[in-house]
């Protein structure tokens, strides 16, 4: 018998947005890791993809917001896209102001630049708390385990 990981979706995603973000899909993954450290088990991280931030605040992201304080993750991940204008990243750029120090992990947030991400925003996001570690690796510890994070950027 093999190790089955065990998947709900708490919330289905709409699967198309115009003009506002009205919700994110909730999917919840719990996957059995042969030989994990004892001190690891139970280590709850979130992963947060395409963000797609304009110049405009939707609810939705209140919801996020709330849903990331509930969690009470040990760790944060976020993978690119966090600004949707490729061209012109300062109106997503504010509401990354007003999202990303809002969101909190117990080791913190780390994350990758996606396709739409222009380097300009970089200096942005690390100064917001997220360590970005874009084509490079970091080690976390946990309870004298340790957890290797590698980031490939889109």
């Known amino acids: 018998m093999g190790l089955v990981a065990e998947v709900t979706r708490d919330r289905r ?3 198309f947005m115009f003009r506002g973000v009205v ?3 909730w999917t919840r993954v719990r996957a059995p890791v042969p030989g994990l450290a004892r001190e690891l088990e ?3 991280f979130i992963h947060l993809s395409d963000l797609h931030l304009r ?5 939705g992201y209140n919801d996020l917001i709330d849903a990331v304080e509930r969690s009470a993750a040990d760790l ?3 993978t690119g896209d966090f600004i949707d204008n490729k061209h012109d990243f300062r109106g997503g750029l504010r509401q990354l102001e007003r999202l990303l120090p809002r969101l909190k992990s117990r080791l913190g ?3 990758i630049l ?3 991400d222009v380097d300009l925003v970089q200096p942005y996001i690390r ?4 360590n970005l570690i874009n084509g490079g690796r970091v080690v976390l510890g946990s309870g004298g385990s340790k957890l290797e994070l590698i980031g490939f950027p889109g």
């Open 42 to 44: 139970g280590f709850r």
């Open 76 to 78: 944060l991940l976020i």
């Open 55 to 59: 110049s405009y605040w939707s609810r």
């Open 23 to 25: 919700g994110f899909e």
């Open 13 to 15: 995603g709409p699967s």
């Open 109 to 111: 947030m780390y994350g």
């Open 114 to 116: 996606g396709n739409h």
């Open 127 to 130: 100064s917001m708390g997220v």
